[in-house]
C-alpha cells in the first residue's frame, strides 16, 4: 500500500498522476460538493448535467465509469451514489466502502485518488470513516492474500492528514502482520 495525501484543490490533483478519480455524493446534493465538485467544475458541469437529466441520481450504490476526457489528470472517473445524507450511517459507509473497493478491484487499477466517502458531512466522524474504509480496502484486496502495490491518494483537507497518516499507518502495520 502506497497511500499519499493531498489536499482538495485542482492544482493538487493536477501534480499527480493516476488512473481512476473516485467520486461520491449524496442523493440531495444538488449540486454536488466537495471534490465532485471539483471534478464537475473541470467538466464544465458534465456531472450536474447528468444529474438535472435523471441519468445519475445519487441512489445509494449507483455507480458511473466515465472518461476524464483530458480534462483530469487520469484516464476515468468513478462517481458513487451514497443515498440519502440523513441515512449514511455506520452500517451504510461500511457496504459504500466496500462497494467502491470491490469496484476497484474488478477495474483492476493500481492508481486512484479520492476523498473519503461522505467527506464535508456533519455526523460521521472522520475518523470511523478512514477506518472503514482502509478495513474494507484491506478485506476486498487481501482477498487474494497478497495486497496489490496500490498507489492511493486521499483528498482530504489539510488539518485531516495527520489522522489519516495515524490509521493508514496501523492498517500498513496490520497488513504487514498479514503477509507474514
Not at 4 to 10: F, G, K, R, T
Not at 69 to 95: D, K, T
Request: include cysteine; charged fraction near 25%; proline fraction near 4%.
Amino acid at each position: 500500500m502506497n497511500f499519499n495525501y493531498i489536499v482538495p484543490d485542482l492544482h493538487q490533483i493536477d501534480c499527480i498522476e493516476f488512473d481512476i478519480l473516485i467520486l461520491s455524493f449524496f442523493q440531495e446534493e444538488k449540486p454536488v460538493k466537495g471534490v465532485a465538485g471539483l471534478a464537475d467544475w473541470r467538466l464544465n458541469g458534465k456531472i450536474n448535467r447528468l444529474i438535472k437529466s435523471g441519468n445519475l441520481s445519487g441512489r445509494f450504490r449507483e455507480s458511473m465509469l466515465m472518461p476524464s476526457s483530458g480534462r483530469l489528470p487520469c484516464r476515468r472517473l468513478c462517481v458513487f451514489g451514497l443515498g440519502g445524507a440523513g441515512e449514511f450511517n455506520q452500517p451504510r459507509i461500511r457496504e459504500a466502502s466496500w462497494f467502491i473497493m470491490d469496484t476497484l478491484r474488478r477495474l483492476q487499477t493500481e492508481s486512484w485518488a479520492m476523498a473519503l466517502p461522505g467527506s464535508f458531512m456533519q455526523g460521521a466522524s472522520f475518523r470511523m470513516r478512514a477506518e472503514i474504509l482502509l478495513e474494507e480496502y484491506m478485506r476486498v484486496f487481501s482477498a487474494d492474500r497478497q495486497l496489490p502495490e496500490a498507489r492511493v491518494f486521499l483528498i482530504e483537507p489539510q488539518n485531516q492528514h495527520k489522522e489519516l497518516m495515524d490509521v493508514v499507518g496501523y492498517f500498513s502495520r496490520r497488513a504487514k502482520r498479514l503477509e507474514k
